[in-house]
């Protein structure tokens, strides 16, 4: 995959970016806070209750990535939202190695089109290959798409399946020592589309989720329309096929 005009971010960085700016436009951030509850009555939300107190609105937004269907449940709607977790693995410093991003076709057949895979251990992980060099010199080397709940521990099986891919591209990286690695949730659902919008049987209660790995990068226009939607009534963009009403077509075996 070659894109020319894409770009890259620091998604702490931005996340703090948009903290401080919400902040300077009045909003009151709540960190370590947990929400325990979405408050309903008469057939519409009314808030939520937290481990810091209840707070009451009209409108209440479930952007909780990964963990919006556990939210959503809270008020009693079904949202088939999952983790899908995605190990990455860094190296050591190296000298000039590459200046451009580069992602085996294999990375979107995982997502789209899985039924193409053959390797069965390939298949379970969803391991393909996405390697970038950071400013420090060292490889960010991924990932893997696996449906483990929100278990983000690193394996030692998708080190050695990512790293093997890896190197069918790159026999120089044979010697080269991997330094750390982490791993992450992706919010998985069943149609590899967003859930953007209200849920219909429950007034006031909105979800901008679901987004997969694709979260930070569709931060900024979900945000806007997620805006317009809430204070105009209406989105600038028809958001018709991102409802969270699609889902009463899905049964469990569509799910998994």
Same mark, same amino acid.
């Given at each position: 995959l070659y894109s020319p005009t894409s770009g890259k971010v620091n998604p702490i960085r931005l996340t703090f970016?948009?903290?401080?700016a919400a902040k300077r436009?009045?909003?009151?951030?709540l960190s370590n806070t947990e929400v325990t509850d979405v408050l309903v009555k008469m057939g519409r939300v009314m808030g939520v209750e937290t481990s810091k107190g209840t707070y009451y609105a009209d409108q209440v937004i479930d952007a909780a990535g990964s963990w919006a269907a556990e939210i959503a449940a809270m008020a009693g709607v079904d949202l088939p939202i999952r983790p899908r977790k995605g190990q990455l693995f860094i190296t050591e410093p190296l000298g000039p190695f590459m200046d451009v991003t580069l992602q085996c076709a294999r990375y979107n057949v995982i997502k789209f089109k899985p039924e193409a895979v053959g390797d069965k251990a390939v298949l379970r992980m969803g391991a393909s290959l996405s390697i970038e060099q950071t400013e420090n010199g060292g490889l960010v080397i991924g990932?893997? @798409?696996e449906f483990v709940g929100y278990d983000r521990e690193n394996t030692l099986e998708a080190m050695e399946v990512t790293m093997r891919r890896a190197m069918r591209f790159f026999p120089a990286l044979k010697d080269v020592n991997i330094i750390r690695a982490f791993a992450g949730l992706r919010p998985f659902t069943p149609d590899g589309i967003p859930v953007i919008g209200e849920v219909e049987k429950l007034p006031g209660f909105f979800v901008a989720a679901g987004h997969e790995g694709d979260g930070i990068a569709l931060a900024p226009i979900t945000g806007?329309?997620?805006?317009?939607?809430?204070?105009?009534?209406?989105?600038?963009?028809?958001?018709?096929?991102?409802?969270?009403? @699609?889902?009463r077509r899905w049964s469990e075996g569509d799910f998994e």
């Open positions: 970016a948009y903290v401080q436009l009045g909003a009151q951030v990932s893997t @798409r806007k329309l997620m805006a317009e939607l809430l204070v105009q009534g209406k989105s600038s963009y028809p958001l018709e096929a991102f409802s969270p009403n @699609r889902f």
